[in-house]
Every structure is written in C-alpha cells, then in structure tokens.
C-alpha cells in the first residue's frame, strides 16, 4: 500500500519559475526522502530529512517536513528543462529493516 | 551514476514462465533491497537482504523470493509469472549507518513485460 500521497499529480511551469511538491503520509516516521526518475528509470537520491528536522536546504532543494501534520513539501527553485522528471516521496519508518514506502509520485513538466 | 547495476534491462516472458533478475550493489554496501513499480504508480517495497539473510519483505506472495550472495549481489525470482507481474523492478543497494538513516542507491532497472 502506498503511504505517502504527492500533490499535485501533474505540475506544468515555464522555466525560471519554483516548483513546488507537496507529500503526505499516514505513519510515524524515522526520515523522509525524495527521490528524482527520469523517463520510468532508476531512482535519483535527492534529499533526505530527519523526522526531528524542520528545513534543508541542497542546491536548489528546499524540503520542509511537519510530523505534526504527516506533511512534507519539496521546493524547486528557478528550475530548468532538465528539471522534468517524476519526484516521489518516500518515508522510512523504522524497525529492523529500512524499507521506504512510496507515494505515487508528482510528474514535473518544465517548459523551456 | 550510483554504481548499482541491474540485468538484463528488459525482458518479454510469457504466463507462467519463471525469471531471474540481477542486481549488483556499489561497493562497500551490504543490503539491498527489491521494489515493483508499475505504470503510473510509486515503487513498492518487495524484500530485503542484509549480509545474505531476508531482512523483511512486502506484502508480495511467496512466488517471489531472493538471493543475496556473499559479494552482495543479488537476485530476484519470481515464478508463475502472471500479466500484473508487468513492470519496472528496481534493486536499491545501502549500508545501514548506526543512526538508521541512510540512503539507499537505486540502480536502472528491469523492465519486466509478461504477456
């Protein structure tokens, strides 16, 4: 089952514009990550936050995380072409295994 | 590039064929684990392997099972393959770090097409 929900679930911008991506979840978390796909291949490591976490900051990432909420938003500023791709959200929960459950993703559309 | 590898990168079976699918980890890791994604939806979680032992597994029935071996790489095999088998598996490689966060490294994957 999927436990995070990204939204929206299609984004079109023109580029030079911020992109903004939105997550929820249903559990308790340890962190939670994002993650880049181009094209239906391998997933690209973006960032990841701690559940005691507020804000990072990577490049041109800025993710926020609201346990109170079960929310997360990921931030692409003054994006570019290059930017388009599928952005997933994924939480890991803990236990003895480090498994991440997913959300459906947020397909991203930059228009040069 | 994350350094880890995946083969074949497709594959056409058809119902009730069995397949293997390979998956070599980046170097100094010694988990990996399996996820299903289909078109249009998020990758799911199918197994995991740490130091060759299943370290937890999916809501996915026993017709899919795994290997790990002991330079980490590892296997996927699913039998009795039916039409929903029908997707892109990924094979993610990580080190478990004493905090319990970590990342973990995807490779390109194995488009599976069952008809």
């Known amino acids: 089952s999927q436990q995070g929900e990204e939204d929206p679930q299609a984004l079109s911008i023109q580029e030079g514009e911020n992109a903004t991506m939105n997550c929820s979840y249903k559990?308790?978390?340890?962190?939670l990550q994002w993650y880049r796909q181009n094209s239906g291949r391998g997933l690209v490591h973006l960032i990841l936050?701690?559940?005691?976490?507020r804000e990072k900051h990577s490049g041109r990432l800025r993710v926020t995380l609201d346990t109170s909420k079960k929310s997360s938003s990921l931030l692409i500023t003054a994006s570019r072409a290059a930017d388009t791709a599928s952005y997933f959200c994924a939480t890991e929960g803990g236990g003895s295994n480090y498994k991440l459950t997913f959300g459906k993703g947020t397909l991203l559309t930059v228009n040069p | 590039e994350t350094g880890v590898t995946q083969s074949p990168t497709h594959l056409i079976k058809t119902r009730g064929q069995q397949v293997t699918l390979r998956c070599s980890s980046q170097?100094?890791?010694?988990?990996v684990s399996w996820y299903q994604q289909a078109l249009g939806q998020g990758p799911q979680f199918i197994f995991q392997?740490?130091?060759?032992?299943?370290?937890g597994r999916g809501n996915f029935p026993p017709r899919f099972s795994g290997l790990q071996f002991p330079n980490y790489s590892s296997e996927l095999n699913v039998n009795a393959l039916e039409l929903d088998d029908s997707a892109l598996y990924l094979c993610?490689?990580?080190?478990?770090?004493?905090?319990?966060?970590?990342?973990?490294?995807f490779g390109p994957g194995t488009r599976l097409l069952v008809l």
């Open positions: 392997y740490y130091r060759e032992e299943e370290n």
């Open positions: 993610a490689s990580s080190s478990p770090q004493a905090t319990g966060q970590e990342t973990q490294y």
């Open positions: 936050i701690r559940s005691n976490e």
């Open positions: 170097s100094g890791h010694n988990t």
């Open positions: 559990t308790s978390i340890n962190n």
